[in-house]
């Protein structure tokens, strides 16, 4: 194990990326000192459970996923409710909200994003983002005291509000800005399907319709009121109108970001010795030939991984198909690779069944496959992604052969 020069690892961030990262520095490094900095009151857990926690399918026990003891039995410094508030990268040290300065020689950003509030909310109570096990905490709370629930937005995270409160007996209304759910990585037919399977789950689904006000009485809401002048009533308000990356604190460090922090694919930032990971890193990708930002589980999880090597020292390039893979009620959605909504100059080609509630869209860039999604039957799902690894030659006019070939 390791070497014995006592590195100072500085990680910003204990989501899975950041607290895989910090696991693979110690595996690599027995003396290393690592700091693992959050702001939130947790050790680490399972964000992507947090949708099951809500709709009550799993215990608060099976979200946490690493206890404080594991880190003790590291030597990982887990350092709980403390913010970082900024970098400065000549004299390689962080600084946070409670005074305390830390020195490092290698850094991760590893800081995720937070969702975007609802404008117009006027600080209403009963008005949720959900990001976090105390967002999730407290929604769960307030489904017990409520009858009617709206969601706004058309986001995964909208929809996994939605499925929640309708599952929990909730008259739920889902209201969207655009024509349909996930609007650039599904085409019209896929929004029909999903559209037809929350239906069918007695949701109200509607369309094209912005908030224009959420109103309110005695500090809670009470309704939505949207552009169009239709008002939807409601005692909880979930919001899922996308997120923003966690990097506004490096402004000024030199550290280059754009809405992420820019990275190679080694995910090395511009600065020697500044990494960063997960969600909040915008980082270059081979398969597309250029820097996307993910937001999946997998993804930070890989990640981690990498830029915990290279952080002690190892060259890996990040070299993976991203999934995300989640339910629809009864179906289930999954996207990987890259998608019109990290790539917008993709082209694609659909195929649906409806009687099996299946579907799938492929993305191309130029004879590439790089991505799709698919709802429903799986079918032939190992072989789109080693299509993709292998960067296999598809011509234009062979690609609805190879959706159709997927599928037997
Ligand atoms: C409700 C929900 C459901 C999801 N479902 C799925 C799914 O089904 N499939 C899927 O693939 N993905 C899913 N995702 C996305 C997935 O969870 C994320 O992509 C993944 O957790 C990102 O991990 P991360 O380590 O990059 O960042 P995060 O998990 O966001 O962790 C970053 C941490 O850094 C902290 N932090 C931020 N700024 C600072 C600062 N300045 N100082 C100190 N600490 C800071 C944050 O509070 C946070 O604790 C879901 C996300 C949510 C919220």
């Known amino acids: 194990m390791g070497t014995l020069d006592g590195r100072r690892f500085v990680i910003v961030g204990n989501g899975i990326a950041g607290t895989t990262a910090a696991e693979q520095i110690r595996k690599a490094d027995a003396t290393a000192s690592i700091k693992l900095i959050t702001n939130e009151p947790y050790s680490l857990y399972n964000r992507i459970a947090l949708p099951p926690f809500l709709k009550q399918k799993v215990t608060q026990q099976k979200v946490m996923i690493r206890s404080v003891a594991w880190h003790q039995e590291r030597a990982i410094d887990l350092m709980l409710e403390e913010t970082v508030v900024s970098v400065c990268t000549s004299k390689q040290e962080v600084y946070l909200a409670s005074g305390k300065v830390f020195p490092y020689d290698v850094l991760l950003i590893a800081t995720g994003g937070r969702p975007n509030p609802l404008p117009n909310a006027g600080g209403l109570a009963n008005v949720f983002n959900f990001?976090?096990?105390?967002?999730?905490?407290?929604?769960?709370?307030?489904?017990?005291?409520?009858?009617?629930?709206?969601?706004?937005?058309?986001?995964?995270?909208?929809?996994?509000?939605?499925?929640?409160?309708?599952?929990?007996?909730?008259?739920?209304?889902?209201?969207?800005?655009?024509?349909?759910?996930?609007?650039?990585?599904?085409?019209?037919?896929?929004?029909?399907?999903?559209?037809?399977?929350?239906?069918?789950?007695?949701?109200?689904?509607?369309?094209?319709?912005?908030?224009?006000?959420?109103?309110?009485?005695?500090?809670?809401?009470?309704?939505?009121?949207?552009?169009?002048?239709?008002?939807?009533?409601?005692?909880?308000?979930?919001?899922g109108v996308g997120i923003t990356r966690n990097v506004e604190f490096l402004r000024g460090s030199g550290i280059q970001i754009n809405s992420g922090v820019i990275t190679d694919e080694y995910l090395r930032s511009n600065v020697p010795n500044v990494f960063a990971a997960g969600d909040a890193a915008e980082y270059y990708d081979p398969y597309v030939g250029h820097h996307i930002l993910m937001g999946t589980w997998d993804n930070a999880t890989n990640h981690g991984k990498v830029v915990g090597q290279n952080m002690v020292g190892a060259s890996i390039p990040y070299d993976d198909v991203p999934t995300y893979s989640t339910t629809l009620f009864h179906n289930r959605i999954m996207a990987f690779g890259a998608t019109p909504e990290s790539n917008p100059e993709v082209e694609s080609v659909t195929w649906l069944d409806e009687p099996s509630e299946s579907y799938r869209r492929l993305f191309f860039q130029g004879e590439r496959l790089v991505g799709g999604v698919i709802i429903g039957q799986r079918k032939g799902f190992p072989k789109l992604i080693d299509m993709i690894k292998q960067r296999t030659p598809v011509k234009k006019s062979e690609r609805e052969q190879v959706l159709a070939q997927t599928l037997t």
Request: glycine share 10%.
């Open 131 to 239: 990001q976090t096990l105390d967002d999730a905490l407290a929604i769960s709370a307030q489904i017990e005291r409520s009858t009617h629930a709206c969601v706004v937005g058309a986001s995964y995270i909208s929809y996994e509000l939605t499925e929640a409160f309708r599952s929990r007996g909730l008259n739920t209304t889902w209201l969207m800005r655009g024509p349909r759910f996930l609007r650039r990585v599904l085409d019209e037919e896929g929004g029909a399907l999903v559209d037809r399977i929350a239906e069918k789950h007695g949701v109200r689904v509607v369309h094209n319709v912005e908030c224009a006000e959420v109103r309110g009485r005695d500090g809670k809401v009470t309704e939505v009121l949207t552009t169009d002048g239709q008002t939807f009533p409601c005692d909880l308000l979930g919001v």
